[in-house]
C-alpha cells in the first residue's frame, strides 16, 4: 500500500466548499476530511470537532509555537490552521486527505506537500456569491464587503491550482470534485514503473 494522497480545496468565502464537500464526503467515502482550528465563533449548527476545532487565540498560538499546524493564516479577522499530526498519519496509512483551506494556507501547503492536489472552486459570478453570502446571513453589511473584495483577489489565484470546477449546480460540482479525485488515484507514479 502506497502513501496517500493530499488534495487541497480552496475557494472564496460563500462560494460552498462546506457545502460541496459535505455533499462529496456522504456519497463518497474513498476521502478523509482533514478538520482545521480556527479562533472565530461557531456559526448556528457547527459542531467543534466536526466542522472546526473551535480555539480561544491563546491556545491557538501555542499550537504555532509547537508547530503543530501545517499551514495557518489570518484570514477575515479569524484565524485558521490545519493540525499536522492528523494528516500526516492517514498520508502514512495510504489514506487521501481533502484539505479545505483559503488560498494563503494553500501556497504553505504548497511548500511542505509539493505533490499535493490543488482544486479551487469558483462561484458562477461575482453577482451569485453576494448572493450566497447574503442567504447565509452570518456577516454585517462591513464583513460582506470584506468578503467580496478578498473574493475578487483570490479568484485571480486560480492559476496556480491544478483544477477549477465552477460550483453553479451543486450535484455537478461534486461529481467532477469525485472524478478529479479517481483520475489522480489512478495516475501511475513514478514508483509504479519500478
Not at 449546480?169 to 514508483?191: G, H, P, T
Amino acid at each position: 500500500m502506497g502513501k496517500g494522497k493530499l488534495f487541497v480545496l480552496s475557494g472564496p468565502s460563500g462560494v460552498g466548499k462546506g457545502t460541496v464537500l459535505d455533499k462529496l464526503l456522504s456519497d463518497f467515502k474513498d476521502v478523509q476530511y482533514s478538520v482545521s482550528a480556527t479562533t472565530r465563533k461557531p456559526r448556528p449548527g457547527e459542531k467543534d470537532g466536526v466542522d472546526y476545532f473551535f480555539l480561544s487565540r491563546e491556545k491557538f498560538f501555542k499550537m504555532v509555537e509547537n508547530n503543530e499546524f501545517i499551514e495557518w493564516a489570518e484570514v477575515h479577522n479569524n484565524y485558521y490552521g490545519t493540525p499536522k499530526i492528523f494528516v500526516d498519519k492517514c498520508l502514512a496509512e495510504g489514506k487521501d486527505v481533502i484539505l479545505e483551506i483559503d488560498i494563503q494556507g494553500a501556497r504553505q501547503v504548497k511548500k511542505l506537500y509539493p505533490d499535493a492536489i490543488f482544486i479551487f472552486l469558483v462561484p458562477p459570478s461575482l453577482n451569485e456569491l453576494k448572493r450566497r453570502l447574503n442567504h447565509r446571513g452570518s456577516e454585517d453589511e462591513k464583513n460582506m464587503k470584506i468578503r467580496l473584495n478578498n473574493a475578487e483577489d483570490e479568484l485571480k489565484e486560480v492559476k496556480n491550482y491544478d483544477y477549477k470546477v465552477v460550483n453553479d449546480r451543486l450535484d455537478d460540482a461534486v461529481e467532477k470534485l469525485k472524478s478529479i479525485i479517481i483520475a489522480e488515484k489512478c495516475k501511475i507514479r513514478e514508483e509504479d514503473c519500478q
